[in-house]
Each structure stands twice: as structure tokens, then as C-alpha cells.
């Protein structure tokens, strides 16, 4: 039976998250923290009791309908996708954290108050034309140069791989390059572990798309197909 999927936004504190997703037997959840996030048992304590006198969790531990099927969704992920938005976007948007399984459920993090955390949830496709509009997501008509024509931190040199903490490897992209319009790291709950980057950029009016694999080493240029590839990750199922 299909999720229902939730239209409307969930703002929430990390504790709460965390409360949440263990709520709904989750014990490891990619997220978009700067930070580790310990919790004591006073900072659980506080998050269940606010969570509860917001009618969110009941002292049963019975979890809201609403955020039970939002939480389902991530701990069904087949597949996280960190999505880091580029300066060649029209306007300032925020990184975010894609859990992708019947439904995306994406999340991020507000650059003014680090402490808040909201998650939607929509149908894959939904959600792939929001991005499309959004200019995060390129259109799979687009026509892709195979010669990007620039080298070091202009070009595939972006995408050299940091292994450790996820957003590492996000960090490591140069977004001081104008070229850049989104990044796109593939994490594999699974196996614990990246498996793919993307990086869609524009310099004048081409389009270039590259891909490259855990170890950053066979880095290449993407067409039309890889588009489509890299649209896939954001549907259901086990597409990669």
C-alpha cells in the first residue's frame, strides 16, 4: 500500500528528529548537521515533552499519523541524496538532504537558525519537477556538452573525493566557481557508504554534467542518459 504523502512542512529541533526516527526504528539517519548531535538524557527528556504538548508523540510512544508517515518514508530509503545548491542559482537556496523511497522526503537545515530542521514529503515526481523549477534539477531535453573545456577547480577537479564525514564530500566542491549549478552525493544506507557524486554546471550557455564514483577516481562526462540516470535516484525502487 502506497504512503500517503504529506503536503506540508515539519520544523523540528535535531533532538526531536532524532527522538522521531528512533520512534519509528531508525538507528542510523544520514542528516544535514553541522555537528554531532549527542543527546543526554535530559536533551531526550525535553524533546519527548515538547514533542508530546505539540499532540506529536504520545506518552505511549504512539507517533502522530502524520509524522509516523513521514518517518516511515525515511527509514524506507532506499537510497540519501545529499544535494548541495550551487551560486549559479538565481537565488540563494538552501542544501538539502533527499530520503528517497516510495515518496522523497527532503529535508534542510535553516541557515538562520541552526538549531531547526524542516521536512516535506511528495511524490518523486512531484518533487523532481519542483527541483526542475527550481533550476536544482536539470530538464532531460537538455543538451549536454561533451568538452567542458576548463580544468583544476573550474572543471572535474571539483570532485575530488573526501572520505569521512558525508558532508565532506560536499564541502570539497569549489562553490566559489560560478559554473556550479548543483551537486548531487549519493549515499547507500546499506552498504554505510557514498557510491556516486554529480555535478551539473553551466558556463555561458552550455550545460556540462559529470559523474564520478566513491573513490572520486574514474571521473566523466555525462549526456543525455546520464541525465536520466541521475533523474532516476529520485524515484522509488532500487534505481541507481
Not at 544535514?32 to 549527542?38: E, G, H, V, Y
Not at 508517515?69 to 537565488?91: N, T
Request: glycine letters at 8%.
Amino acid at each position: 500500500m502506497d504512503q500517503p504523502c504529506v503536503e506540508k512542512l515539519f520544523i523540528m529541533s535535531p533532538p526531536e528528529f532524532l527522538v522521531l526516527a528512533a520512534t519509528a526504528g531508525i538507528d542510523i539517519v544520514p542528516s544535514l548537521f553541522r555537528r554531532r548531535c549527542s543527546l543526554t538524557e535530559e536533551d531526550i527528556y525535553y524533546a519527548r515533552f515538547h514533542l508530546a504538548v505539540r499532540g506529536i508523540l504520545a506518552e505511549d510512544g504512539r507517533m502522530d499519523e502524520e509524522y509516523s508517515s513521514l518517518f516511515s518514508a525515511v527509514r524506507e530509503a532506499v537510497r540519501v541524496i545529499y544535494v548541495k545548491c550551487g551560486p549559479g542559482l538565481e537565488y540563494e537556496a538552501e542544501d538539502l538532504i533527499v530520503y528517497v523511497s516510495d515518496s522523497c522526503v527532503a529535508g534542510k537545515i535553516s541557515k538562520r537558525d541552526q538549531d531547526r530542521i524542516s521536512l516535506s514529503m511528495e511524490k518523486p515526481e512531484i518533487f523532481i519537477r519542483r527541483l526542475q523549477e527550481e533550476g536544482i534539477l536539470p530538464e532531460p531535453g537538455m543538451t549536454f556538452s561533451d568538452n567542458c573545456g576548463m580544468t583544476g577547480k573550474d572543471g572535474s577537479g571539483m570532485m575530488r573525493w573526501k572520505k569521512g564525514n558525508p558532508l565532506e564530500s560536499l564541502a570539497s566542491i569549489d562553490d566559489n566557481s560560478r559554473a556550479l549549478k548543483a551537486a548531487f552525493s549519493v549515499y547507500d544506507p546499506q552498504k554505510a557508504c557514498f557510491v556516486r557524486t554529480w555535478i551539473w554546471m553551466r558556463k555561458g550557455h552550455e550545460e556540462y554534467l559529470f559523474s564520478a564514483g566513491n573513490d572520486g577516481m574514474h571521473d566523466k562526462t555525462e549526456g543525455k542518459e546520464g541525465c536520466i540516470q541521475l533523474l532516476n535516484l529520485f524515484e522509488g525502487g532500487n534505481k541507481s
